[in-house]
Protein backbone atom coordinates (compact mmCIF):
# COMPACT_ATOMS: atom_id res chain seq x y z
CA UNK A 1 0.00 0.00 0.00
CA UNK A 2 1.10 3.59 -0.07
CA UNK A 3 3.20 5.04 2.87
CA UNK A 4 5.27 8.25 3.81
CA UNK A 5 8.33 8.11 5.35
CA UNK A 6 9.41 11.60 7.30
CA UNK A 7 12.57 12.22 9.08
CA UNK A 8 12.49 12.08 13.32
CA UNK A 9 12.18 14.95 15.06
CA UNK A 10 12.64 17.06 16.96
CA UNK A 11 14.43 19.36 14.43
CA UNK A 12 16.36 22.34 16.73
CA UNK A 13 17.48 25.10 14.64
CA UNK A 14 18.71 28.77 15.38
CA UNK A 15 16.93 31.96 13.86
CA UNK A 16 18.25 32.55 9.83
CA UNK A 17 19.49 28.43 9.59
CA UNK A 18 19.12 26.23 6.71
CA UNK A 19 16.04 23.97 7.15
CA UNK A 20 15.57 21.05 5.51
CA UNK A 21 13.05 18.19 6.24
CA UNK A 22 13.04 14.83 4.39
CA UNK A 23 10.18 12.85 3.01
CA UNK A 24 10.19 9.52 0.52
CA UNK A 25 7.03 7.91 -0.21
CA UNK A 26 5.60 4.68 -2.10
CA UNK A 27 3.05 4.96 -4.10
CA UNK A 28 1.08 3.08 -7.08
CA UNK A 29 0.48 5.48 -9.63
CA UNK A 30 1.55 8.75 -9.77
CA UNK A 31 0.37 10.43 -6.84
CA UNK A 32 0.00 14.15 -5.91
CA UNK A 33 1.86 15.38 -2.81
CA UNK A 34 1.25 17.52 -0.14
CA UNK A 35 3.27 19.50 2.89
CA UNK A 36 0.78 19.91 5.76
CA UNK A 37 1.85 22.47 8.80
CA UNK A 38 -0.41 22.60 12.37
CA UNK A 39 1.00 25.22 14.94
CA UNK A 40 0.35 24.20 18.74
CA UNK A 41 -3.50 23.10 19.14
CA UNK A 42 -4.37 24.03 16.10
CA UNK A 43 -5.83 21.91 12.65
CA UNK A 44 -3.27 21.06 10.25
CA UNK A 45 -3.11 23.77 7.08
CA UNK A 46 -1.91 23.08 3.78
CA UNK A 47 1.54 24.24 3.66
CA UNK A 48 2.43 23.72 -0.26
CA UNK A 49 1.86 20.57 -2.94
CA UNK A 50 3.10 19.30 -6.27
CA UNK A 51 0.82 17.53 -8.56
CA UNK A 52 3.33 16.30 -11.16
CA UNK A 53 6.85 14.66 -11.39
CA UNK A 54 9.61 18.26 -11.28
CA UNK A 55 6.90 20.08 -9.74
CA UNK A 56 7.88 22.46 -7.07
CA UNK A 57 5.33 23.60 -4.79
CA UNK A 58 6.09 26.98 -2.47
CA UNK A 59 4.84 28.89 -0.02
CA UNK A 60 5.82 31.32 2.83
CA UNK A 61 9.36 30.89 1.50
CA UNK A 62 9.01 27.07 1.96
CA UNK A 63 9.83 25.09 -1.34
CA UNK A 64 9.81 21.39 -1.61
CA UNK A 65 10.25 19.69 -5.50
CA UNK A 66 8.38 16.11 -6.51
CA UNK A 67 11.38 14.29 -7.40
CA UNK A 68 10.02 10.61 -8.87
CA UNK A 69 13.40 9.02 -9.71
CA UNK A 70 14.12 9.31 -5.85
CA UNK A 71 9.83 9.11 -4.83
CA UNK A 72 10.97 12.15 -2.27
CA UNK A 73 9.40 15.38 -1.82
CA UNK A 74 12.04 17.15 0.73
CA UNK A 75 10.76 20.22 2.48
CA UNK A 76 13.31 23.41 2.47
CA UNK A 77 13.63 27.14 3.61
CA UNK A 78 16.20 29.30 3.40
CA UNK A 79 16.07 30.82 7.08
CA UNK A 80 14.10 30.23 9.03
CA UNK A 81 11.61 32.41 11.48
CA UNK A 82 10.86 31.48 15.26
CA UNK A 83 7.06 31.79 13.81
CA UNK A 84 7.59 28.58 11.79
CA UNK A 85 8.31 26.54 15.15
CA UNK A 86 5.49 23.73 14.45
CA UNK A 87 4.86 20.24 13.06
CA UNK A 88 5.33 19.28 9.64
CA UNK A 89 3.18 16.35 7.96
CA UNK A 90 4.44 15.06 4.49
CA UNK A 91 1.43 13.69 2.78
CA UNK A 92 0.35 11.86 -1.13
CA UNK A 93 -2.86 11.17 -2.24
CA UNK A 94 -2.90 8.03 -5.12
CA UNK A 95 -6.23 7.01 -4.88
CA UNK A 96 -9.32 8.32 -2.74
CA UNK A 97 -7.74 8.66 0.67
CA UNK A 98 -4.54 10.66 2.03
CA UNK A 99 -1.70 9.13 3.28
CA UNK A 100 0.38 11.36 5.93
CA UNK A 101 3.97 10.89 7.20
CA UNK A 102 4.15 10.85 11.46
CA UNK A 103 5.47 14.39 11.17
CA UNK A 104 8.18 16.28 12.30
CA UNK A 105 8.04 18.96 14.56
CA UNK A 106 10.50 22.20 14.12
CA UNK A 107 11.78 23.69 17.14
CA UNK A 108 13.44 27.23 15.72
CA UNK A 109 15.53 29.28 18.20
CA UNK A 110 15.89 33.54 18.57
CA UNK B 1 -15.91 32.62 4.17
CA UNK B 2 -15.75 29.06 3.58
CA UNK B 3 -14.41 26.31 5.95
CA UNK B 4 -14.86 23.88 8.27
CA UNK B 5 -15.88 24.26 11.95
CA UNK B 6 -15.71 22.52 14.88
CA UNK B 7 -17.20 22.81 17.93
CA UNK B 8 -16.16 23.33 21.09
CA UNK B 9 -12.83 23.68 21.18
CA UNK B 10 -12.14 22.28 24.75
CA UNK B 11 -15.07 19.50 25.81
CA UNK B 12 -14.26 18.03 29.02
CA UNK B 13 -16.55 14.70 30.05
CA UNK B 14 -17.01 12.09 32.93
CA UNK B 15 -16.12 8.26 32.32
CA UNK B 16 -18.83 6.76 31.20
CA UNK B 17 -20.63 8.97 29.13
CA UNK B 18 -21.00 9.27 25.45
CA UNK B 19 -20.14 12.60 23.73
CA UNK B 20 -20.90 13.87 20.03
CA UNK B 21 -18.45 16.35 18.48
CA UNK B 22 -19.76 18.67 15.74
CA UNK B 23 -18.10 19.08 12.56
CA UNK B 24 -19.61 21.01 9.69
CA UNK B 25 -18.33 22.27 6.48
CA UNK B 26 -19.64 24.82 3.76
CA UNK B 27 -17.55 24.31 1.08
CA UNK B 28 -19.22 21.86 -1.09
CA UNK B 29 -17.68 18.95 -0.22
CA UNK B 30 -18.16 15.36 -0.70
CA UNK B 31 -15.97 13.73 1.42
CA UNK B 32 -15.35 14.12 5.44
CA UNK B 33 -12.87 12.51 7.43
CA UNK B 34 -12.58 11.97 11.46
CA UNK B 35 -8.96 11.62 12.67
CA UNK B 36 -7.53 11.14 16.22
CA UNK B 37 -4.17 12.50 17.45
CA UNK B 38 -2.59 11.98 20.84
CA UNK B 39 0.27 14.00 21.75
CA UNK B 40 3.09 14.29 20.09
CA UNK B 41 1.90 11.59 17.38
CA UNK B 42 0.73 11.71 13.68
CA UNK B 43 -3.10 11.32 12.84
CA UNK B 44 -4.98 8.17 12.78
CA UNK B 45 -7.81 7.66 10.52
CA UNK B 46 -11.24 7.13 12.30
CA UNK B 47 -14.37 7.02 9.91
CA UNK B 48 -14.92 8.56 6.80
CA UNK B 49 -17.27 9.41 4.43
CA UNK B 50 -17.79 9.91 0.83
CA UNK B 51 -20.70 10.65 0.07
CA UNK B 52 -23.91 11.37 2.07
CA UNK B 53 -25.74 8.65 3.85
CA UNK B 54 -22.87 6.47 3.37
CA UNK B 55 -19.46 6.08 5.58
CA UNK B 56 -16.53 3.76 6.27
CA UNK B 57 -14.70 2.62 9.19
CA UNK B 58 -11.09 3.50 9.36
CA UNK B 59 -8.16 2.54 11.40
CA UNK B 60 -9.07 3.03 14.59
CA UNK B 61 -13.28 2.42 14.48
CA UNK B 62 -13.89 0.78 17.61
CA UNK B 63 -15.73 2.85 20.45
CA UNK B 64 -16.63 5.77 17.69
CA UNK B 65 -19.44 6.16 16.01
CA UNK B 66 -20.57 8.91 12.98
CA UNK B 67 -23.59 9.82 11.01
CA UNK B 68 -23.85 11.46 7.62
CA UNK B 69 -27.63 12.86 7.02
CA UNK B 70 -26.40 16.04 5.23
CA UNK B 71 -23.75 16.87 3.27
CA UNK B 72 -22.78 19.67 5.73
CA UNK B 73 -22.56 17.88 8.58
CA UNK B 74 -20.47 14.50 10.02
CA UNK B 75 -20.49 14.68 13.71
CA UNK B 76 -18.75 12.21 15.85
CA UNK B 77 -19.69 10.44 18.95
CA UNK B 78 -17.16 9.16 21.27
CA UNK B 79 -18.70 6.81 22.89
CA UNK B 80 -18.15 4.99 26.53
CA UNK B 81 -16.31 1.97 24.58
CA UNK B 82 -13.83 4.07 23.93
CA UNK B 83 -11.19 2.51 26.15
CA UNK B 84 -9.24 5.71 25.95
CA UNK B 85 -10.82 8.32 24.45
CA UNK B 86 -9.10 11.66 25.66
CA UNK B 87 -6.85 12.54 22.34
CA UNK B 88 -7.47 15.75 20.18
CA UNK B 89 -9.46 15.14 17.05
CA UNK B 90 -9.66 16.21 13.98
CA UNK B 91 -12.17 17.04 11.23
CA UNK B 92 -11.30 17.05 7.41
CA UNK B 93 -13.05 17.77 3.82
CA UNK B 94 -12.35 17.42 0.36
CA UNK B 95 -13.93 17.69 -2.37
CA UNK B 96 -14.71 14.26 -3.57
CA UNK B 97 -12.63 11.54 -5.84
CA UNK B 98 -9.66 13.22 -7.62
CA UNK B 99 -6.24 13.86 -6.36
CA UNK B 100 -7.58 17.30 -4.07
CA UNK B 101 -6.13 17.55 -0.87
CA UNK B 102 -7.95 17.80 2.62
CA UNK B 103 -9.23 20.95 4.19
CA UNK B 104 -9.25 20.75 8.34
CA UNK B 105 -10.92 22.05 11.07
CA UNK B 106 -9.40 23.65 13.92
CA UNK B 107 -10.17 20.57 15.96
CA UNK B 108 -12.06 19.61 19.45
CA UNK B 109 -9.68 18.98 22.80
CA UNK B 110 -11.59 16.08 24.56
CA UNK B 111 -10.20 15.05 28.20
CA UNK B 112 -12.26 12.53 29.68
CA UNK B 113 -11.74 11.92 33.46
Same mark, same amino acid.
Given at each position: GDSVTQMEGPVTLSEEAFLTINCTYTATGYPSLFWYVQYPGEGLQLLLKATKADDKGSNKGFEATYRKETTSFHLEKGSVQVSDSAVYFCALIAGNMLTFGGGTRLMVKP | DGGITQSPKYLFRKEGQNVTLSCEQ? #???DAMYWYRQDPGQGLRLIYYSQIVNDFQKGDIAEGYSVSREKKESFPLTVTS?????TAFYLCASR? @?? @? #?YEQYFGPGTRLTVT
Open positions: - | N #LNHAQKNPP @GT @G #L
